[in-house]
């Protein structure tokens, strides 16, 4: 079963909105990342937030994460057309060791200019 | 980051056939995943391939099926046997770098359509 939940599983806003993606896990991690992928392709990894991180920035992507109640959020500000695709969040699969991440079933954003 | 080469980008197939997907990756990695992204769904670890031993597979994959090969530390195979439809998916090859944490890095995946 997959670790991480992330609503909504379909997201649709208009360019220049900010975009707000959610994520919930089970068990303990060392770290959560979020990562995109456009059109079916390859995954390209976006920021990783460690469990004694609250916020973490990059560019225009805010990440928050919430170890008390297992979830974590992914905010796209100023969003971009080029910004459609499917987003995961994904965790740690025994929470440190090398063993390949556990991965969320998605949230799919399409920005309409 | 890692730069990893992944072919076929896809294929079509007929059922009760096998394909074999290739990842090359351009630097030494001691462990190679291999991943299934059925259509619409999210990404399922199938296996981690070490190098100079058996691959490990997660519940619900058998060797039989998805048989791997890791010959050196930048090379790594995935084999499809006897495919079925149930078998369309996005077969991706990933790596992974451990600096803060876990980062994967990902070849552009092999859409397989079963037919």
């Known amino acids: 079963s997959q670790q991480g939940e992330e609503d909504p599983q379909a997201l649709s806003i208009q360019e220049g909105e900010n975009a707000t993606m959610n994520c919930s896990y089970k068990?303990?991690?060392?770290?959560l990342q979020w990562y995109r992928q456009n059109s079916g392709r390859g995954l390209v990894h976006l920021i990783l937030i460690r469990s004694n991180e609250r916020e973490k920035h990059s560019g225009r992507l805010r990440v928050t994460l919430d170890t008390s109640k297992k979830s974590s959020s992914l905010l796209i500000t100023a969003s971009r057309a080029a910004d459609t695709a499917s987003y995961f969040c994904a965790t740690d699969k025994t929470g440190g060791g090398a063993d390949g991440l556990t991965f969320g079933k998605g949230t799919h954003l399409i920005i309409q200019p | 980051s890692a730069v990893i080469s992944q072919k076929p980008s896809r294929d079509i197939c007929q059922r009760g056939t096998s394909l074999t997907i290739q990842c090359q990756v351009d630097s030494q990695v001691t462990m190679m995943f291999w991943y299934r992204q059925q259509p619409g769904q999210s990404l399922t670890l199938i296996a981690t391939a070490n190098q100079g031993s058996e691959a490990t597979y997660e519940s619900g994959f058998v060797i039989d099926k998805f048989p791997i090969s890791r010959p050196n530390l930048t090379f790594s195979t995935l084999t499809v046997s006897n495919m079925s439809p149930e078998d369309s998916s996005i077969y991706l090859c990933?790596?992974?770098?451990?600096?803060?944490?876990?980062?994967?890095?990902f070849g552009q995946g092999t859409r397989l359509t079963v037919v």
């Open positions: 990933s790596v992974e770098r451990r600096v803060t944490g876990v980062e994967a890095f």
């Open positions: 068990t303990s991690i060392n770290n």
